[in-house]
C-alpha cells in the first residue's frame, strides 16, 4: 500500500465511522419498511373463488398460488419490495467496505506508540495545526518538539504503516 493511500484512509477515518454508523440506521429503517411492504403484501392474499363458470384454456394463471410461491421463496412480491430490497443489498456492500477501512486504521493506530499515535490522530484524523499537535504533544508527553520534529516523525509513522501492507 501507498503512503497517499494511507495517508488518505487515516484522514478519512472519523468521516467512515460516522458514514458507517448512518448506513447502519439506514440499513435497519429499509429493512423494517421492506418487511410492512412485505406483510402488507401477503395480507392481501386471496384463495381463488370458485363461482362454477368454465374458463378458457390457457387462460389467468393462479396468482394467489404464485404469490404464494414468491413470498415462500423470498422473493419480492412488489416492485417497490424489490428496489428496497436492491437498496438494502448496495447499502450493505457500502457497510462491509467501509468496516474494513475502519478496522484496518484502528489496527494502525493500535500498532503505533503513543508519541507517534498522538501526532497521526492530530494531524491525519483531526486535521490539527501543528501548532495545536506540538502544544498536545508537549502536554501529554512533558517534551517540547519542533513542528519539523514532528513532521518527520509523522512521516516515519506514514511510511512504517504503508510498508506493514
Given at each position: 500500500?501507498?503512503?497517499?493511500?494511507?495517508?488518505?484512509?487515516?484522514?478519512?477515518?472519523?468521516?467512515?465511522?460516522?458514514?458507517?454508523?448512518?448506513?447502519?440506521?439506514?440499513i435497519?429503517?429499509?429493512?423494517a419498511?421492506?418487511?410492512q411492504?412485505r406483510?402488507?403484501?401477503a395480507?392481501t392474499?386471496?384463495?381463488?373463488?370458485l363461482?362454477?363458470?368454465?374458463?378458457?384454456k390457457?387462460?389467468?394463471?393462479?396468482?394467489?398460488?404464485?404469490?404464494?410461491?414468491?413470498?415462500?421463496?423470498?422473493?419480492?412480491?412488489?416492485?417497490?419490495?424489490a428496489r428496497?430490497?436492491?437498496?438494502i443489498?448496495?447499502?450493505?456492500a457500502?457497510?462491509?467496505?467501509?468496516?474494513?477501512?475502519?478496522?484496518?486504521?484502528?489496527?494502525?493506530?493500535?500498532?503505533?506508540?503513543?508519541?507517534?499515535?498522538?501526532?497521526?490522530?492530530q494531524?491525519l484524523?483531526?486535521?490539527r495545526?501543528?501548532?495545536?499537535t506540538a502544544?498536545?504533544?508537549?502536554?501529554?508527553?512533558?517534551?517540547?518538539?519542533?513542528?519539523?520534529?514532528l513532521?518527520?516523525?509523522?512521516?516515519?509513522?506514514?511510511?512504517?504503516?504503508?510498508?506493514?501492507?
Open positions: 500500500m501507498t503512503e497517499d493511500k494511507v495517508r488518505d484512509l487515516l484522514s478519512r477515518y472519523s468521516a467512515n465511522k460516522g458514514r458507517a454508523a448512518r448506513l447502519e440506521a439506514e435497519g429503517k429499509l429493512e419498511e421492506a418487511k411492504l406483510a402488507m403484501e395480507d392474499l386471496k384463495a381463488t373463488t363461482d362454477g363458470m368454465p374458463r378458457r390457457g387462460g389467468k394463471s393462479d396468482p394467489t398460488g404464485r404469490k404464494g410461491t414468491q413470498l415462500a421463496d423470498g422473493e419480492a412480491l412488489s416492485k417497490e419490495e428496497i430490497t436492491a437498496k443489498s448496495a447499502n450493505r457500502d457497510l462491509s467496505q467501509l468496516r474494513l477501512d475502519i478496522s484496518l486504521v484502528e489496527g494502525w493506530l493500535g500498532a503505533l506508540m503513543d508519541r507517534e499515535r498522538l501526532i497521526i490522530r494531524q484524523v483531526q486535521k495545526s501543528w501548532r495545536e502544544a498536545e504533544y508537549a502536554r501529554a508527553f512533558g517534551d517540547e518538539m519542533s513542528e519539523d520534529t513532521r518527520r516523525m509523522r512521516d516515519r509513522a506514514v511510511a512504517f504503516i504503508a510498508a506493514q501492507m
